[in-house]
């Protein structure tokens, strides 16, 4: 039997997470409620897609600034929905309005908060892995700082990527394989229309198509090491010319990428099948499954075992 929840409406997510804050205030609950824990700090992100709604009012709860200036470990995507909020850039200070998008690689910093003046700010983010076939549409013109920055002027590319950001929150909430399948599929559809938004009057190719071809060809061979030589061979590149594309295309090495795609796999793996942790790691290149362990460790906060224990939803495999 299917347990999985049924996707919120998008005004229904507003209410309830507005309805949780205010126990917040009145009842003095914690930040352990899984729909508003993300919103505070301390909350650990890790290699699953989450995604919400943040709606700041002047001396609420969530009326403060986050801070976080080694930044986090995968891409945020802010979507300003109502008010106005400002954004530091590592330099400067600029204000996001309605149809604003954001985007932060990792790393960047995260410095931003209502903007002074303003009675609100209500923005949508999305927090997430990118596939490898998405890295060109992640390079956007208006970069400031080390993140990226477009204002969406048409009012209908508006309205529908706050749909989609709803969606995204709606089934990211599930854990259970498909619900996460769709959540990024929204994902990718957000990430597709705010590239061929950003591109409308770019000029062509001012993304290198080979740091794609390494990307794929890495994804084709997750279950084996992979040296920087072997992968700048198979897209006719030198290593020393892929690794300084790849840093300054994407933001960190090459290994370090593959090595957050090997983890998002296993991730996978833990959650779709009743595998052990010893032949998961074989699976993903590791001979050591007590390597791979502290590896996982590293990125998600937890073991394999924990993890799938915590989100695994393996019905029919157990």
């Known amino acids: 039997m299917d347990d999985t929840a049924a996707p919120l409406s998008a005004p229904a997510q507003v209410e309830s997470v507005i309805r949780r804050l205010s126990l917040l205030q009145t009842e003095g609950e914690t930040t352990a409620d899984p729909f508003v824990a993300p919103l505070f700090p301390g909350f650990h992100f890790d290699t699953r897609l989450v995604a919400g709604i943040t709606p700041i009012e002047r001396g609420g709860p969530l009326d403060f600034r986050i801070e976080r200036p080694d930044g986090m470990r995968g891409w945020i995507i802010n979507l300003t929905v109502k008010g106005s909020g400002e954004v530091f850039d590592?330099?400067?200070?600029?204000?996001?309005?309605p149809g604003d998008l954001v985007l932060f690689p990792p790393g960047a910093i995260h410095d931003y908060g209502r903007?002074?003046?303003?009675?609100?700010?209500?923005?949508?983010?999305?927090?997430?892995?990118?596939?490898?076939?998405?890295?060109?549409?992640?390079?956007?013109?208006?970069?400031?700082?080390?993140?990226?920055?477009?204002?969406?002027?048409?009012?209908?590319?508006?309205?529908?990527?706050?749909?989609?950001?709803?969606?995204?929150?709606?089934?990211?909430?599930?854990?259970?394989?498909?619900?996460?399948?769709?959540?990024?599929?929204?994902?990718?559809?957000?990430?597709?229309?705010?590239?061929k938004n950003d591109r409308a009057t770019a000029p062509p190719g001012h993304f290198d198509q080979r740091l794609l071809m390494a990307c794929k060809f890495v994804t084709d061979n997750l279950h084996r090491p992979l040296s920087v030589a072997e992968i700048a061979q198979a897209v006719c590149l030198s290593p020393s010319r892929l690794a300084h594309l790849f840093?300054?295309?994407?933001?960190?090495?090459?290994?370090?990428?593959?090595?957050?795609?090997?983890?998002?796999?296993?991730?996978?793996?833990?959650?779709?099948?009743?595998?052990?942790?010893?032949?998961?790691?074989?699976?993903?290149?590791?001979?050591?499954?007590?390597?791979?362990?502290?590896?996982?460790?590293?990125?998600?906060?937890?073991?394999?075992?924990?993890?799938?224990?915590?989100?695994?939803?393996?019905?029919?495999?157990?």
Not at 153 to 163: F, H, I, N, P, Q
């Open 90 to 97: 590592g330099e400067n200070r600029f204000t996001v309005e």
């Open 247 to 318: 840093t300054q295309t994407l933001g960190r090495s090459i290994l370090k990428w593959r090595e957050e795609q090997v983890i998002q796999f296993a991730c996978h793996l833990l959650l779709v099948t009743p595998s052990p942790v010893k032949q998961i790691a074989a699976q993903v290149g590791y001979e050591d499954p007590l390597y791979f362990s502290r590896v996982f460790r590293r990125y998600t906060g937890c073991s394999p075992k924990a993890f799938r224990a915590e989100h695994g939803r393996t019905q029919g495999l157990s």
């Open 115 to 195: 903007a002074p003046g303003a009675s609100e700010w209500w923005h949508r983010w999305i927090y997430f892995q990118p596939r490898a076939f998405w890295s060109g549409w992640l390079s956007w013109r208006g970069a400031r700082g080390a993140f990226f920055v477009q204002r969406v002027e048409d009012k209908s590319l508006v309205a529908t990527l706050e749909t989609l950001f709803g969606e995204v929150a709606s089934w990211s909430a599930n854990t259970d394989l498909l619900s996460m399948e769709l959540a990024m599929n929204l994902l990718e559809r957000v990430i597709l229309l705010c590239a």
